[in-house]
């Protein structure tokens, strides 16, 4: 399956918008906007507020649902289910918005991290919390799969998603080697937080940094091993009232063994 060998060989696949993702993004964007303004919610706001995190912020159920519209569907979905095989029922998704000016310094975060920030997109692998004073890292949440369903329109240049493509490769075969020798039971608490940013260093210096720009409807899938983040707002990008607005999908493994497979 060409698809298949594309997302495994580069850890990304981009799908043009559908009837069916339009749909449900268009049902989905008023409701993201009104988490995204909740006051119940502001605990969200990062990064001098230009930034959303919105974890379980869009209240859909297991079928992607939100307030009565259509379950989420479409090519993305379909080859989630299809070609890799994961059929676990959807969590609710992020909403992660980006508004003019990201980021901007904010107390939370060292000068060290907003440089990061900055400089490489914040760039990350997904589930693998931050712990203690000194951010020690280790896998808490063993994602299956990344998808992101874009909801607005924006320039190019406004806080697009970053990937850096085949770094999946680099972060498997780092994290099989500290895990080697450990019960999966066991992976939660191993600190991996030096090969971590060994690993990344390597991506840095070896794998293409690529941009994806995406408008409403449009989807990517993101492997769950691939080193990814989020470019700058760039000056005079153009982006909707809401902001650059993306719906995140990560289902989690109910066996954490299965987080080291390939697909």
């Not at 000068?111 to 900055?118: G, K, L, Q, S, V």
Request: charged share 20%; proline share 8%; with cysteine.
């Amino acid at each position: 399956m060409p698809m298949l060998d594309a997302f495994l060989t580069d850890g990304f696949l981009r799908f043009p918008a559908d009837a069916a993702s339009l749909a449900w993004a268009s049902h989905a964007l008023p409701l993201a906007v009104a988490s995204a303004r909740d006051p119940a919610q502001a605990h969200w706001l990062r990064c001098g507020g230009t930034w959303f995190v919105g974890v379980d912020a869009l209240p859909n159920d297991a079928a992607g649902r939100v307030s009565g519209g259509p379950p989420l569907s479409g090519a993305a979905r379909h080859f989630v289910g299809d070609g890799l095989g994961f059929r676990l029922p959807l969590h609710r998704a992020q909403v992660s918005v980006c508004y003019p000016g990201y980021p901007l310094p904010s107390a939370e975060e060292s000068e060290a991290a907003y440089n990061f920030r900055r400089n490489r997109d914040a760039a990350h692998v997904d589930g693998l919390l931050a712990e203690g004073p000194e951010k020690r890292r280790y896998l808490k949440e063993p994602h299956a799969y990344i998808l992101g369903i874009t909801l607005t329109a924006q320039s190019p240049d406004a806080a697009p998603l970053t990937v850096w493509r085949g770094s999946h490769h680099v972060m498997k075969a780092m994290f099989s080697k500290a895990f080697a020798g450990h019960a999966p039971e066991a992976w939660r608490e191993i600190d991996i937080t030096a090969p971590y940013q060994e690993a990344r260093r390597q991506v840095f210096a070896s794998c293409e940094r690529i941009a994806l720009a995406s408008s409403p409807g449009e989807a990517v899938l993101v492997h769950r091993h691939l080193l990814h983040g989020v470019a700058p707002w760039a000056h005079g990008a153009k982006g909707a009232p809401e902001g650059r607005m993306i719906a995140y999908f990560r289902p989690e493994f109910p066996a954490i063994a299965d987080w080291l497979g390939d697909a």
